[in-house]
């Protein structure tokens, strides 16, 4: 199947710890995108990366790092993991500057 | 900056009833507009969008108006039914550079048989 694909799809873990959320697509797009979803199903644009470089930084904790190995992945480390980054973060990606495609979520619960 | 105001849901129709969920925005410029719908446990589709003022976006019977007199982008279906319950965004992209979308706040849509 053509699609943009993240793992996990759920994460539980402890406050103070290190994950890693992975987002990977096959649709031949040249960029890919991070969002953070909230309880309140508020939604945000975290970061965004063109052909590997990063085009759109917003303002997110630097615990927060995006690293995109090729065009098709785009994954996002997060250190020091807090209460408030309980949300769900969906990867999305496009090709120029047309529609964005988005992954099925990771819902991330930190306890 | 850009924003993107929608009206608080959640909306609940009975089915063969018709559908207004409300978008307004703030931009500079010319932006792009979109709904997205999201169906539970799924991520974001793309359901319709306008990319200049007066222009009709439409897909699976919705449809959407670009009002740039009234900075509105209002979705519309003439029957929704049970298969239409999910959450819809309104967004915008300002059309400067790569696609930077702006979320409203999104509607739950409840439709009941």
């Known amino acids: 199947d053509t699609a943009v694909s993240q793992t996990p799809k759920y994460l539980v873990t402890q406050m103070g710890n290190d994950k890693s959320i992975k987002c990977e697509q096959n649709l031949g797009h040249d960029t890919m995108y991070w969002y953070k979803q909230d309880s309140k199903k508020f939604l945000k644009i975290m970061f965004s990366?063109?052909?590997?470089?990063?085009?759109i930084n917003e303002t997110v904790p630097n615990r927060f790092s995006p690293k995109s190995p090729d065009k098709a992945h785009l994954n996002l480390h997060i250190n020091s993991l807090e209460l408030g980054d309980s949300a769900v973060y969906f990867c999305?990606?496009?090709?120029?500057?047309?529609?964005?495609?988005f992954g099925p979520g990771t819902r991330l619960t930190v306890l | 900056g850009n924003s993107v105001t929608q009206m608080e849901g959640p909306v609940t129709l009975s089915e063969e009833a018709f559908l207004t969920i409300n978008c307004t925005y703030t931009a500079t410029g010319y932006p792009s507009l979109f709904w997205y719908v999201q169906y539970p446990g799924e991520g974001l589709q793309l359901l319709l969008k306008a990319t200049k003022a007066d222009d009709k976006g439409s897909n699976k019977g919705f449809e959407a108006t670009y009002r740039k007199e009234t900075t509105s982008f209002h979705l519309e279906k003439g029957s929704v039914q049970v298969s239409d319950s999910a959450v819809y965004f309104c967004a915008l992209s300002d059309g400067t550079g790569f696609q930077k979308l702006v979320f409203g706040t999104g509607t739950r849509l409840l439709v009941s048989p």
């Open positions: 999305a990606s496009s090709y120029n500057q047309n529609e964005q495609f």
């Open positions: 990366y063109n052909n590997k470089e990063l085009i």
